[in-house]
């Protein structure tokens, strides 16, 4: 089927997701990364027009990690200036265990966030529906989004359209990475990524 003219696209940023794909890949450690000049710069990249930027994050509670709390809240609010549409769900933090070979435990904490990866899914099948875009950009390697690009082929043959979803993320050619299958995987190199940093620092001062 022949695409349309123009691509419309929107994309679909998984803040966490995103994180921790650039801190393995360049190092980096924390989200510096500016959703607004991403999704302009892989769009741009890729002959798309970009409609609308949508970003999910777990945010904690302050009374859990302050540091993040205030980073994301502040974080969160910039985008919003900028025209993004931020989706937040309650990140929490357990104490876990884990055995080590001299018979030991360790503790430690980590932090899990709920609902997530279902709240994009559920918004790329519903724009989808609304005939609100051409490409679903997704800034995610969840390999659980793979249920919503079986669902948008579907959707594309029921609305006889073209009708795609690409999955970008941070990639180090000396690691093998890989995008949410059954979507068109974009790399995003170095230099790209280092292109589209934010200026602003929202990591409360000490």
Known sequence: ???????????????QNLFHAAKAAFGYHYPNYSVTKLAQA??????????????????PDAKDNAF????WIAKGAQMGREGVHVI?????????????????????VVGTE????????LDIIRFAHKRAYDVALVFSQD???????????????????WLKIASAYPDNSRRKTRGIEKTDWIPLSRKLYDDCLDPRDYRPKA
């Open 114 to 121: 709920k609902g997530i990866d279902i709240r994009i899914a």
């Open 143 to 161: 390999q659980d989004l793979v249920e919503a690009a079986t669902e948008l082929r579907r959707i594309g043959r029921e609305q006889n359209r």
């Open 88 to 108: 937040t769900r309650p990140l929490r933090y357990r104490t876990k265990s884990l055995r080590l070979p001299d018979g030991k435990f360790h503790k430690f």
């Open 1 to 15: 089927m022949q695409s349309p003219s123009p691509i419309r696209a929107i994309a679909f940023v998984d803040g």
């Open 42 to 59: 892989v769009c741009a990249q890729q002959g798309w027009e970009l409609e609308a930027t949508r970003f999910y994050t777990g945010v």
């Open 68 to 71: 993040w709390n205030h980073f």
